[in-house]
């Protein structure tokens, strides 16, 4: 331990100069450990400012829409019963990283959201491949901005109610609104205002190409084709299935392709499209995010205090605080709900630490390359190459697997039991990783649904499919979507649930004798 | 690298325009609740919004995601006792796991209502939504008694305290150049021709006129001098005039018959009746009273309690109730400084002749002084002579008197929409 100065503040109480102080104290340690951050930007704002902006998702503009003004009224109504902290979260994955202050916090509090978010999560942010990949920081706010504009612009052109359907309608299906294995170029939002106008007009040319084949506009063609082809009259399916390949991103395939929509539509699918991929990286990304971040306030906090630059009062504070945030409550317990993120990412990033510090036989078995190395060098490594599914089935240790005491079930409809498939034993530690390792793969826990057809050269309806696994339907919100999809198309939508390469279910809008 | 910056006086509310947009959207439902509450509540106890439930399912953004059903395998902490193999009965009926959802968060499933909660304000703007005060606009220009000074320009006139001394120095410097502008010029023409005499050759000099020219001169000079810096006439003072303001004053006198006849459903429908009304008249004055009066053959004014809750039995003078009303305004409230509002609730039945003696009253005194008269007669039954009065202050002042027809409490709030119907000003 090095020299103990004095504490800079004690008591609950803050001022500008402490926690510029604290800032620069836990910058000098945060440099010592390599987190390599974006600079920070610090925003003191109120308890009303804070739910503002938890109800924007965190955007610091956000364009107008009733849900986050639901959003916004769930959130003040959990705050004011007293429900709900608001003190962690909100942190803004943008270059310059903004994070909010609340003021109502105690000193010890301001002190451990600087450490976890303006250098926990701002680092990963900075340092994961996901966030590398799929965002551009410096762009955001910009993006944002132009979002809201246009759409503003939009609003007042063609009245609230027709954008506010078509916000729901993109809402609806925006977690497939991403390219989940090509990379999108990165978000330039000068240019985007710019390019915006070309778009519009070379799109509505594709998309009117593309619909001009319709039997109706060309009896001539359709006549010669007869003459060619006996057995396809019209000469429908002479151009093979189109899309040729299965589609996953439906937004960007409704952007290019709906045959209705008008030009400022197609843009706003648009921004809901890229607004989503933004988003992508948090939702696969939640366990390792709040891990990592959480481990570094607690390693932060706890040097700060060995540094005597906190004192006593405060780091018991804070403990009390922490200890609460990565508590995982039983399955059986009232106060559970689901895999707390923050007690499995802490537990897992403090676990690599101790096998990389002092490794006990079992480590050197099932991590034989981590055991005995650098540590701050091997969670920097982890951090920065995974994502939850990957980074579970990496490193999840039987030691994290016997202390949360891990266990899978499994719940099969064609069994009247519950089966438990594996326990934190010998023969269940792999498959407990595994099992969990999936349920946090974004392609197991959605329904995986791609763009199969779109009818183009007959009447114009899109089928979607469904590869169903393990049976698994789709829940009855499905019919509300598909309504919003037809309400995207513009035509009739189709939805086959597929299992081994057979159709197991149907489903359409408008309902059959509806239409 | 890091920077502070103190937002807290920034711009609060900002998600006001999407609070704005969720209201807009579940209007109906939010309508439904608020009537609800107004019916439950007292006519004082209005200083608070109103806890407003949606159901969940009317709320919900859909999203693909799966349904019950098919095999799934779910990861969950805190085993205690099972061991791999165990076979454990399937809690609850609809198959959904007792270790619970892992991975998934449907966003308010399972939660049956979203509940929330109104402000004082967005109670209020539903409950009134469309209404507006009749012939507010007339009252404001009418009454000149209540005035508050306002700027108005500069005048010649004014007290030291108001002198605008930009607009006076301004002044002074014009009438300093108008002044001295003749003068200067003589004065530069007088020297002109001194020195022009001066250069001449000393024989031809004229000394009486080089004398001259110096006394005229001297005498320009001293009359530059003599143009004062600041002059009476320069100063300029603010003006204020009285400019006639609207009275923030109202108050609403309610009046109900108590006899016999009326039970306490009568008065449940009254109540609200009077409730709509004090918090119509809340939201468009600073400062409203309450003048509670009730009658059978006599009248009397008492609080809000007994108001509604004592009864009765015997006869019913309107007329006696008429008569306090006019004896308190004369007593109390002048109409110059308030805002009159009348509203009874009767069940129509009047004694003898005094229907007359209450449209008499009425026209000749009481009318000239409110802004508003509603009646509201609770009855299935067909009108009486007091219905008939009535109707004839109607056609005098259709304007401002406004009489309906209650038989059940569903009529309650469609009446007073009736009543107070935005009209088009005039």
Known sequence: MSTVSTPIATGSDWNFEILTAYEREIARFAKEYRLDIYPNQIEIITSEQMMDAYASVGMPVGYHHWSFGKQFLSVEQAYRRGQMGLAYELVINSDPCIAYLMEENTLMMQILVMAHACYGHNSFFKGNYLFRTWTDASAIVDYLVFARKYIAECEQRHGVSAVEQLLDACHALQNYGVDRYKRPSPISSEEEARRQQEREAYLQAQVNALWRTIPEESPRDASEAFAENGDDPLGLHQYGRYPPEPQENLLYFLEKNAPLLESWQREIVRIVRKLAQYFYPQRQTQVMNEGWATFWHYTLMNRLYDEGLIDEGTILEFLHSHTAVVQQPGFDSPHFNGINPYALGFAMFSDIRRICETPDEEDREWFPETAGSDWLETVHFAMRNFKDESFIQQFLSPRVIRDLKLFSLVDDDRDEMLTISAIHDERGYRRVREALSAQYALSLREPNIQVWEADIRGDRSLTLRHVQDERRPLGKTLYPVLRHLHQLWGFAVKLESVEDDEVVRRYQWPLPGDA | ?426
């Open chain 2, 1 to 426: 690298m890091t920077y502070f910056i103190d937002r807290r006086a920034n711009a609060k509310h900002k998600s006001a325009v999407n609070r704005q947009r969720f209201l807009q959207r579940y209007r109906s439902h939010i309508k439904r609740s608020v009537e609800e509450a107004v019916n439950r509540r007292s006519i004082t106890d209005m200083e608070r919004g109103e806890k407003v439930s949606i159901p969940a399912k009317d709320i919900s953004e859909p999203v693909f995601q799966h349904g019950p059903g098919g095999s799934r395998t779910i990861v969950s902490p805190g085993n205690k006792e099972f061991v791999e193999g165990d076979r454990l009965r399937r809690p609850g009926g609809d198959g959904e796991g007792g270790a619970g959802e892992g991975s998934a968060s449907n966003q308010g499933e399972g939660m049956d209502e979203f509940a929330f909660s109104l402000s004082r304000e967005e109670f209020l703007d539903f409950v009134f939504d469309g209404l507006a005060l009749p012939h507010l606009e007339r009252k404001q220009l009418r009454d000149l008694d209540e005035v508050r000074p306002v700027r108005a320009g500069v005048t010649r006139d004014g007290v030291p305290s108001r002198i605008n001394i930009v607009r006076s120095m301004r002044e002074a410097q014009a009438r300093r150049i108008g002044m001295r502008a003749p003068i200067k010029r003589a004065l530069r023409e007088a020297e002109e021709a001194l020195q022009e005499e001066e250069r001449k050759d000393p024989v031809l000099r004229n000394p009486t006129r080089i004398h001259e020219l110096k006394a005229e001169i001297e005498r320009l000079e001293k009359r530059l001098d003599a143009v004062p810096f600041i002059d009476t006439y320069d100063l300029r003072y603010n003006n204020l005039v009285d400019q006639p303001q609207p009275s923030n004053k109202a108050v609403m006198f309610c009046v109900m018959d108590v006899s016999g006849s009326m039970t306490q459903g009568h008065k449940d429908i009254a109540k609200r009746f009077f409730l709509l009304l004090y918090l119509f008249l809340e939201r468009n004055y600073e400062k409203v009273e309450l003048v509670f009066i009730r009658h059978h053959t006599a009248a009397k004014e008492v609080d809000e309690e007994e108001f509604f809750y004592s009864r009765e039995t015997g006869g019913t003078i309107v007329s006696s109730a008429l008569t306090l009303v006019d004896e308190i305004i004369t007593q109390r409230y002048s109409p110059a400084q308030w805002n009159l509002y009348v509203a009874q609730a009767s069940d129509g039945d009047n004694w003898d002749d005094d229907s007359t003696t209450c449209r008499d009253l009425l026209l000749s005194s009481l009318m000239a002084k409110l802004q508003y008269y509603t009646y509201v007669e609770i009855t299935p039954h067909s009108h009486q002579a007091l219905w008939e009065e009535y109707e004839r202050v109607q056609v005098r002042h259709p304007e401002r008197f406004a009489m309906q027809q209650i038989v059940e409490p569903g009529d309650i709030y469609p009446v007073f929409r009736k009543l107070f119907r935005k009209r088009i000003a005039q």
